[in-house]
């Protein structure tokens, strides 16, 4: 039975559900997403990843400032939607919106709440050296991400996984895990479990000045901050007054004075091991593996980057 969906979404995260839900019997009404920003230091005009994949399928396409209007409200109301699917959309909706939908508010939040509710939960799940993550499926109620699950799948995170690879992968898995929910809410099949909100943790929203790299923590640690904030804003040590983003890296069996360069290929003594740097940039350069860095720069053995 086709229902008729209002879609609210910003990232890239969000795409892969509409494009399912476009592929469906559904019929999309309309399409949030966050207004353009500016991008590249206010030189360029930036719309959202969703604006612009619903915009290349002529679907109707809102992005407002703000949702606290009447004319947002009178808008929706209008539309009569069945169901509306919120996923990274990225703003609180405002408690009167939730009762304009016959079956509510639909949310697929990238965390295995109550656990990582909040703005970045794949990053600070990677950053917390959390074994599995997943998806969960639920409703929005006025509280941000406390809503009662209907359906959670989980995935394993390991010394490898980045935020970028972790995610695509939690994308494709919360669209057909959305896409289910949708049939299994029609069909009068759907359970939802209140979260045990004694439990919630809080996934703030990442700031550049987190990405400094502390030498000091353990080898697991460095590298999940490397690996946790990658691609954006990345993880970054400063050496003779100039910033350095390490893309990628690994755990090698090695010690030495914490923050040392320990050879002449780039591995630095954690608290406990150490690291090799894979892939570096130089503020103001390309990405480089260490192999094509090494051969324009040179970090000597024995300094410290602490």
Known sequence: MSQKIVFMGTPEFSVPTLKLLLKSEHRILAVYSQPPTKAHRGQKISSSSVENFAKKKALNVRTPLTLDSDEEYDFMKNLKP??????????????????LAKYGFINVH?????????????????MSLDSETGISVMKVVEELDAGPVMYQAKIVIN????????????????????LDSINKI???????????????????KISKAEGKIEWNESAKKVLAKINGLNPNPGAWFEYKNERYKVWKAEIVNKSG???TILN???IVSCKDQAVQILEIQKEGKSRQTTEQFLLGNKINQGENIA
Not at 82 to 99: C, E, Q, S, T
Not at 110 to 126: T, V
Not at 164 to 178: I, Y
Request: glycine share 6%.
């Open 110 to 126: 990238a965390s295995l709440l109550p656990k990582w509710r909040g703005a970045a939960p794949i990053q600070r799940s990677i």
């Open 257 to 259: 004075k914490i923050g």
């Open 186 to 204: 029609e069909n009068g099949k759907a359970k939802f479990k209140e979260q045990n909100h004694n439990q919630a943790t809080y996934a703030k």
């Open 82 to 99: 069945d169901i509306v699917v919120v996923i990274a959309y990225g703003k609180i909706i405002p408690k009167r919106f939730l009762n």
């Open 159 to 178: 010394e490898n996984t980045d935020t970028q690879t972790l995610t695509q992968v939690l994308s494709q898995l919360g669209a057909k895990a959305l």
């Open 264 to 266: 002449d290929q780039l």
